[in-house]
C-alpha cells in the first residue's frame, strides 16, 4: 500500500523541481498531472491519517465560521488560492527542491488567517503611521512565523512546509481587504 500512495504523492503533489523545469502545461519525463495542476491536486492529498486528520479538524471547525461569513464562493476562493500560494511561497523560497508538498494545510492557513482579521479584537493600538489593517497583518504573521518555525524546530522529523503555511497565511490576510 505505501507504494501506491507514494505513486499518487509523486503525480499529484506539488514538487518546485517540476514546476523549474518542466513548461507548466506539460506533464514532463514519468508524470502525468502538469506542473500548474498539481497546485490545485495537491490539496486533496496528505501523509497519512493524522495529517488529513488535523486538516479536516480544523477545516472543520473553524472554515464552518469562515464560511458563514464570506459565503462558499468567497470561501472557496480564500481557500484555494491559499494553497495555491502556499505552493508557490515553497517554490519561491526553494525552487529546486524535489520533495511534494501535499496537503490541506495552505488553504487552511488563508482561511484561519480571514477568521483572525475578521474576528473582533480588542482595542489595537496602531504601530507608528500604520493602521490598524496593517498593524494586525503584521501582528498576525510573526505570531503565526513563530508558531510555524516553532513546529519546525521541535517538530523536525516531520516534513512541515514552513513557507506554504506562511504564504498561504499572507495570501489569506491580504484577501480580507478584497472581502470588504
Aim: glycine share 12%; net charge neutral; charged share 5%.
Amino acid at each position: 500500500m505505501p507504494q501506491i500512495s507514494n505513486y499518487f504523492i509523486l503525480q499529484g503533489g506539488f514538487i518546485p523541481l517540476r514546476l523549474s523545469q518542466t513548461p507548466i502545461f506539460e506533464t514532463g519525463e514519468g508524470f502525468l498531472i502538469p506542473p500548474l495542476l498539481t497546485l490545485f491536486t495537491s490539496t486533496f492529498l496528505h501523509g497519512g491519517f493524522f495529517h488529513l486528520l488535523m486538516n479536516m479538524l480544523l477545516l472543520g471547525i473553524i472554515g464552518g465560521i469562515v464560511e458563514n461569513i464570506t459565503g462558499t464562493r468567497k470561501f472557496l476562493l480564500i481557500y484555494f488560492c491559499g494553497a495555491f500560494a502556499g505552493c508557490l511561497a515553497e517554490f519561491a523560497v526553494n525552487p529546486m527542491s524535489d520533495l511534494p508538498i501535499i496537503g490541506a494545510s495552505g488553504g487552511i492557513s488563508a482561511i484561519i488567517a480571514v477568521q483572525m482579521m475578521l474576528m473582533p479584537a480588542k482595542a489595537i493600538t496602531p504601530w507608528g503611521g500604520l493602521s490598524v489593517y496593517w498593524t494586525r497583518f503584521i501582528q498576525l504573521t510573526l505570531l503565526w512565523a513563530i508558531l510555524n518555525f516553532g513546529m519546525m524546530l521541535f517538530l523536525s522529523d516531520m516534513n512541515i512546509a514552513v513557507y506554504a503555511h506562511m504564504g498561504a497565511f499572507i495570501a489569506g490576510l491580504l484577501s480580507v481587504k478584497l472581502l470588504k
